[in-house]
Each structure stands twice: as C-alpha cells, then as structure tokens.
C-alpha cells in the first residue's frame, strides 16, 4: 500500500488502453512530436484561409457556396481536433516537458479552452444557422461572428515559426531575403484587410452620412459606370489599389466623398507613413548587420595581404594563397557548443536534456556503450553531458593524423572522412583503462610502411573506438571530405566516469584485455584506427565473460527499455521476440554458436562469425568441400571450406583449426597470400531478428612439390605473387558439363573422428563451383558420388557397408 504521499506524487504519463482484443499505450504527444508538428502546419494554413477569405465574405456580402460551406465544415473539424489533442499534448515548464495527462488537463482547461470552446461553439451554432435560415440579415450576423476566429491567426504564426525554426539560412543574403519576404507579406495582407474595410465604409457609409454620397458612387474612368455596378473582381482590385496608395507614394481617381470615408482615409495615411518607416528601417538594420559580419573578414584579409607584402612573397604564390583563404572562410561549417554563448545561461537539468538528445542516439548505436547505459541507466546523462562534445572540420582538413596519440572516440555525425592506413603496428598495446604506463612508439618501433586501399568513413560510423581500450599512436589518418560533423568523446574524463562504476569496469575488464591483444593482431592491423567489429572481440572472448553482454541484449529484448525514459527516446529500436524466439536464442547464446550485437544502424543482429579458406593450386583450381558423410546420411555442400568460430577463437585462429583438423596434409604446402572481412545480414525469421554473417576469407596458394609454407596470417604476400608446378596427384576438373566434368574429377577422402563418417574434397574450376552447388544438379552429383563409393569398397574394404548411400 502506497503512503498519502505516494498516492500525491502518482503521474499519469500513459494510458494502457484495451480495444478489441487488442492492448495498447496511449503516451502524451510531445509538443513538437511529428503529430503536433503536422496539425499545427493545417491549421495555420486554415487560419490564414479564414482570415483572407472572411473579410471578404463580410466586405462584399458573398452568397454561401457549396465550397464556403465545405470549408467551414472542414475547419471547425480541426479545430476541434485540436482541442481534443490539447488534453493528450504536454507542455514545457522550466525547461522539461509535462506529460502527465492529470496536469496537462487542468493546465488546458485553466487558461485557453474557455476561450477555444466559446469560439468553436459560435462557429458550430453559426455554420447550423447558416444552414437552416436563409434571412440575409440573420446570415450577416453570424458572418461577423466568424471575425472572432481571427485571433487564432497569431496562435498559428507562432507554432509556424516554431516548427520552421530549424531551417538552416546561415548565408546573410537568405536571412536578408527571408526578412525581406516576410515584411513584404505582412504589408500586403494589411492592405487586404484595408481593402475590404474601404468597400464596406463605401457601402454603408452613404445612408449615415451628410453628403448621402459614397466612393461606389463616383464613376470610373475606364467605363462611364460607376464602381456600384462594376464586377465584384474590379472592385476588389480597385480597393485594392487604393489601400496601397496610402502607403506608397502612389495616386489614383477615387477619393473619399464623406466624412467617415475622409477619416478613414487619414487613419490609413498615418497607418502607412508607420508601416513604411518600419519597413525601411528594419531592412536598413538588416543589411547593416551584413556588413558588420563582412567586416571583420575584410580586415582578416587586409592584414594576409600586407602581410604577404611585407615578407615579399611571390605573386604567385601570395594570388594561390589568398585564393585558399578566401574559399576556405566562405565555407559555412555547422555550430558547435562552444560558437552558442546563450546555451550557458540554460538550468543544469536542461543542458543534460539537450546533450542527450545530440549525443545520446550516437554513441548508443555501439554494441559496448549500449551495454553499459542498460547497466546503469544514468550513464546516457553523464556521458553525454561530461564527456562528448561537437567538432566541425572543413574540407581535406586533418581529423586525426599518423603517429597522433588516441584520446578520443569518434563518430561522424554529417559528412564523409577518407582514412588511410600507412604502416602496420608491431608491439603490444596496454590497456588505457589501467593503470598501465603508456607506450609512444615512433617510425622505428613499428614494422615498415605498408599501403593499403583507402577507406571512406561514412555518418553513423563510430571510430577511433581503439582510444578507450589501449594506449594507442594511430597507425594512419583521417581527413575530411567536404564538410563534417563529428560527436567526439573524450577518453580520460569517460575514464574517471567509470571509475565511479566498478561493476561496469569489471564486467566490461576481459572486452579491454581481449581487445588489446587483437590489436597487436596483423589481421587487423588495417581497421585498429576506426574500430575492430564487436563481435570479433565478443566471440575472442570466453563464453563465461561473453555473458555479461549476451544476457543485457536478451533483457533488453525481454523486458524493453522500461521506463529509462532516456534509453527509451534515444536508444536503438528493439524488437520483441516470442517466447519461442527468445528461448532459442538463449539456447545458441548459452552454446557460444552466436553472439548480439548492434548494427550499423542500430538494429539489434544475431551476429555469426564465420572462417572461409579459399585455397587455389598452382594451375588455378579452386579447393571445395563437395559432401558430407554423417549418422549415415550423405549432403551436398560444394562450398568453399571452412567453419563457424568457436569460443576465444579469432579469425585466424579458426583458420589453423581448420588446417590441421581437415586439410593437415597441406598444412606445409600452404601460403597465405591475403584475407578479406565481408558482412552480410539477412532477415531470420526463426528468431525475430535479423542475422549477420561476419565472414572472413583467407586466399592461400598450394606450393609446388618441395616448397614448405606456414598457413599463418605472419606469411603476408604480395597478392600479385603466383608460383608454378603442380601437386601431385590432384587432378582438375576440365569441362562445364556436369557429368563429364564428374568422370573426370578426383576426389580427395577425409576420414571423420566416428566410425562410418568423412568429408570429401575436390579441386574444381572456379566456374564450375556454381555448377556443383546448384539444387537442380543435386540429385545427379548424389548419384554419381553412390557409385564412386561402392567402387571405392570395392577396392578398399576397411571402409565399410555404403548401402545407406541408397
């Protein structure tokens, strides 16, 4: 049971709501959520409808059409869906936005629903009267009602501005143009309100005044007719041109003919003289502005240019430099928190809010710092109101360079980087987060400089991730390709934030030490710079220190984010599994056959590392595994040989493994030549979740009779290098029509542990590998291998009874 004070404090937030069946959570709507955003444009559009058709309505008499009265149906339906979404749409109090329904309510009904329920009411009863009585008297009266509904004009400017407010018009000349725009737009609707007040003073104003004579009375110059009789277009643009004569310096034949017309005229000749200096002035203002931002660059580039002067520097020279300059400060680069001074003056509360919402969606997209803030919850406001902060870079320019220490995490939040990798790191590389004493390695402590193909680092991708795990000097760099924007996280204070959390730091302490020895790893020795895949550290660890991550990705499957409103609103989406679902992940997580991880996108995958061997003799053929023999049943394969990675295995791990267990007769003949990472996600429907494959592919020569190599990642060469000779014994597939191809072919027999039970392998042309593995040539390659078998025990009995083969 909850105390009175609990019972006080109780929030509702959301409403858990059942309809047919089905449940759902009705959540407030927050103030500038998509929805409101949506509304607010309509209705700011129906206002400015209202407020321009109205008048006119009123002013000339206008007869109700089928379109007046759809849209007067149309608009009193929004807004009194908008009255509806007030109730259910938070609202911001010192800096932090309501949603407690209870609040929101009481708020709503305390200070504008009376006044939209009195004008929705008017227009509901006007719009039914409207219809039923065709008094025009009546009719004009609920017509002047409508004027009430103009006030919901400055409401919708407001909200239009607001949602507006993030269009990026950094050039001065679009900020001139955009105010420009809008005064220009504000006077002309004035005189569109001036114009209707004149006719109607023109038509009412002759039966009350003294002269009994009004403006429609004069005739026009164009017609020997007068106004009265004109069409109700010309009199409209007639108006028109005379309200705009009073704020310009403009003349024109109609002049006012009694003494209401005369007053109206000199309230309009002041209203203009107003309007105009208004106009002037706030253009003026403007441009002063312009060139007040202009001037400090012109003084900039007087003193480059007497300073070129003064050194004697070659014209041109000095004509390429200037030219540099001027195009490098016309570049617009986004703002960083440094440029904002005002962001100061904001309440702690709503500084953490706003770096959350800038950093928070960054660096939750990385499988680790995902990890640590379902741990601790409150770390997404530490991290990114302590440690990140926005950088901005220009074109070509230097993000980190070569032998630069790493201090920072990295992720590009606009923009493209260029990274190129220029030697290969030898060594080891102690973990930042100890204690351990720092290493500054120079040229002559790393191996040779080696080139490698550049690599482009695209938005979304975290990098320099190497900087939080050991202390590293960057075996490349990165620059800029146009202009980038970039969230960095600053190590040692993100270091000190998880001092203060010794449950993180233990459990994340074996991802550290796996990590820092993978780095000193050849394999990866091209991608230690930007970051090593998670799921190679997760799968090089051991399953029991595997866990800790594994089980926060199956909570969070299982449980949702809760409540952490901070993870809820900024983290990655996570789908919801069965219960099937999540009891067969668990299976193959606990079993070590998979791992979870984050995309590069956010999405949570079921991650699969796989090893592939691509082995070729020196005549070019291509190595297959072509069958299985197991628990007496046989299965085409025809791929390329290799296996998952098991527990605290690497890449290359895996593919000694695979050496020694299935091909130990090569193991000396073998040299690797190169390794390729691939990734591939595919849609997995038996676990609710997408699974990526992580697949690794080693190519590795067959050496001539006589010459011995080591299938090790250490045996780099050159990929062009090629040897010549052949193996004995090994014959190769010479034709593309399967059953020739079959009768020529040379099986190679691999003996499995279990009684009864081998692989076979074969060397094929790299062509035909498509052949072999198609599903309609199966059950022909199924029957060949049958009587390769039986000829096989006939010639060697020690093998067994093939019969099952059948």
Partial sequence: ???????????????????????????????????????????????????????????????????????????LSFWVMDMILNFATGYVKDGIVVTD?????????MTSFPFDFLLTSVDLVAMILDSAYQDEAFTKSTKMLRVLRLNKLARATIIFQRSFSRVKLSSSSWTLLGLGSRLVTIVLYMNHLICCIWFWLGDVSADVSFTGASWLGLKSTAADVKFRDLSSEYQYLTSLHWALTQMTPGSMEVTPQNSIERVCNILCLLMGLAVSSLLISQLSAKMVRVQTLNHSRLVEMDLLRRFLSEQAVPRSLSARIQRQVHERASISKPLTFQEIPPLALLPTNLRQDLACAVFAPWFLQHTVFFAWCIWDDALVVTLAARVAELEAYSPDDEIFGRLGEAKRVMCIQAGQGKYEHHLRRSGDAPMAIGDSQKSKPTDEDNSELVGHPNVEVSSGHLFSHVALWCNWTYAGSLSAIGVVELVAMKVEPMVEVLRLRPDILEKSHYYAHTYSLMVSMPEYAPVVDLDIAPARVLMAMPLADRRNFSEVMLFAMEEGMGEASDMLRYGPSIPRPTTNQLKLLREELESGKCILTLGAEGQLLRTVLLCVLKIRNPQGDLLIELATHKKGNLKISAVLPGSKLRDGETAEMAMNRVISNDLPEMEEHLQLLAFKDEEQTKKSN??????????????????????????????????????????????????????????????????????????LFAWVKPAELGLLSAPSNEAELKAWLKTWMMKRQELSPRYGNFNVLA
Avoid at 24 to 34: G, Q, V, Y
Avoid at 50 to 63: R, S
Avoid at 68 to 75: D, F, L, T, V
Avoid at 101 to 109: E, H, P, Q, S
Wanted: charged share 20%.
């Fill in 1 to 75: 049971q909850r105390s009175s004070m609990d019972r006080r404090s109780v929030h509702f937030s959301h409403l858990d709501i059942e309809l047919g069946g089905h449940s759902f959570t009705w959540r407030a709507l927050d103030p500038t959520s998509t929805p409101r955003l949506i509304t607010n444009i309509v209705l700011f559009f129906i206002c400015i409808h209202d407020t321009a058709f109205v008048p006119v309505d009123l002013a000339w008499n206008l007869p109700t059409t089928q379109y007046s009265h759809a849209s007067g149906i149309i608009s």
């Fill in 101 to 109: 329904f209870r609040r929101i309510a009481i708020r709503y009904l």
């Fill in 686 to 759: 038996q676990h609710g979740i997408h699974t990526c494959y992580l697949k690794t592919t080693f190519k590795m020569t067959l050496k001539p009779n006589g010459e011995r190599g080591r299938a090790s990642v250490h045996s780099h060469t050159t990929a062009g290098s090629s040897s010549t000779g052949g193996a004995a014994a090994i014959n190769k597939l010479t034709s593309s029509n399967l059953s020739r191809s079959l009768d020529e072919m040379n099986i190679i027999f691999k003996d499995l542990p279990n009684d009864g039970e081998f692989v």
